[in-house]
């Protein structure tokens, strides 16, 4: 067994089992941050014209439209800055859409509403069918794949793509940034790059019980090809060439529209919140917050040491992780026992299952080739 280390400039360690360390004990995590993108990563003048090129080339192909792009609003902070940037900064006229896929938290639902109503924007909610989405999500925890939060994600970004290629929407702007998450989060951890249809179809066809019919599923390589270069479909990142720092943005949204912070990242998402924060670090020991801190720490917004500190012990409470346990299991209609008992299975990897990783990892080290993956990605 590796013996255990971790990066001295960052907290990613170990758990990531392909991690490099140069002698120094710099993982490669913090030597791609350096070499990759930091040089390249531009948030003073030459961001700002390039933000201001690319927002009068959608607003000019966008002429007499409705909506010049779409948004991903899940009520988190960076797609909620997102969409802000959008309005106030690029001067475009966004549709904001939400995938509701059952898990909401209040607070992302009560900043959704503040967004729409202080930008003046429209917002349009497509609401995932609950039974086929609960179907799905117990057939991935019965899976004992690390990946647990795939069928949320394949509802928001399908459910997007599909939408925006319907309405002939071609400008897609999402809150995926370096600021804070420069530090991706390995495949082990839960990570699996994209939606592999190979994947869920084979996960849902060994335990799922009812059929799929209106779940939204874009597999990766429609959305990366036949989206991209047929339809014309772009996905572009606006905070990246902003000055996005956490605290200063949250700030701002708070001041602005009466926006409420989270606790952590993600936590927007109750189940999503639950996994990262409980069933994640418990069964698997991956901890997704080493990535969230580390892209903190190489960014400056964040120490090393406080990075440690804050890792060393629960975001939660565990009487809070309790009651949640229980709410998840109520809610996916399974008694505590039955979910306990899933979570004492035993771990397999989406290696157990049909999958197009390979085929989707010569993709990424073709875009890290021509420079449009700078993140490390394995």
């Not at 804070?180 to 994947?199: N, V, Y």
């Not at 418990?282 to 969230?292: L, P, V, Y």
């Not at 397999?348 to 989707?360: A, E």
């Amino acid at each position: 067994m590796r013996e255990y280390q971790i990066c001295t400039k960052t907290i990613m360690d170990t758990t990531d089992p392909n991690i490099v360390f140069n002698n120094k004990g710099e993982s490669d995590y913090y030597i791609n941050y350096k070499k990759n993108i930091e040089p390249y990563w531009h948030t003073d003048n030459r961001g700002y014209e390039e933000l201001l090129k690319v927002s009068e080339k959608i607003k000019n192909d966008r002429l007499n439209k409705d909506f010049d792009c779409i948004i991903g609003l899940s009520g988190g902070l960076d797609s909620s800055y997102v969409a802000y940037v959008a309005k106030e900064i690029m001067g475009l006229r966004p549709l904001l859409f939400h995938v509701d896929a059952g898990w909401n938290t209040d607070r992302a639902v009560s900043n959704i509403e503040k967004l729409c109503n202080g930008l003046n924007l429209d917002l349009y909610t497509e609401v995932i069918n609950w039974e086929e989405m609960k179907d799905l999500q117990v057939a991935f925890l019965k899976s004992q794949i690390a990946d647990q939060d795939l069928p949320q994600d394949y509802a928001f970004f399908s459910g997007l793509y599909k939408f925006a290629r319907k309405h002939k929407i071609k400008y897609v702007l999402t809150g995926a940034n370096y600021s804070t998450e420069c530090c991706r989060e390995p495949e082990e951890w839960g990570g699996f790059p994209g939606i592999d249809t190979l994947l869920v179809k084979d996960i849902h066809s060994k335990f799922g019980e009812r059929p799929l019919k209106s779940f939204p599923l874009v597999d990766i390589f429609s959305y990366k090809l036949y989206y991209r270069y047929i339809l014309g479909m772009q996905v572009f990142k606006p905070l990246n060439l902003v000055s996005y720092v956490k605290n200063d943005a949250e700030k701002l949204l708070i001041e602005k529209f009466g926006w409420e912070p989270f606790q952590h990242k993600h936590h927007e998402s109750r189940f999503t919140r639950f996994y990262e924060d409980f069933w994640l670090p418990r069964k698997f020991g991956f901890e997704k917050r080493r990535a969230h801190f580390s892209s903190l720490v190489l960014t400056g917004q964040m120490t090393r040491e406080e990075a440690l500190e804050r890792i060393s012990k629960p975001e939660l409470s565990e009487e809070f992780l309790q009651k949640e346990f229980d709410y998840v299991a109520d809610k996916l209609d399974l008694t505590r026992v039955e979910l306990q008992e899933i979570f004492e299975g035993q771990n397999k990897t989406f290696h157990d299952y049909k999958n197009k990783i390979k085929l989707i990892g010569i993709g990424a080290q073709i875009m890290q080739m021509f420079g449009l993956e700078k993140r490390l990605f394995r």
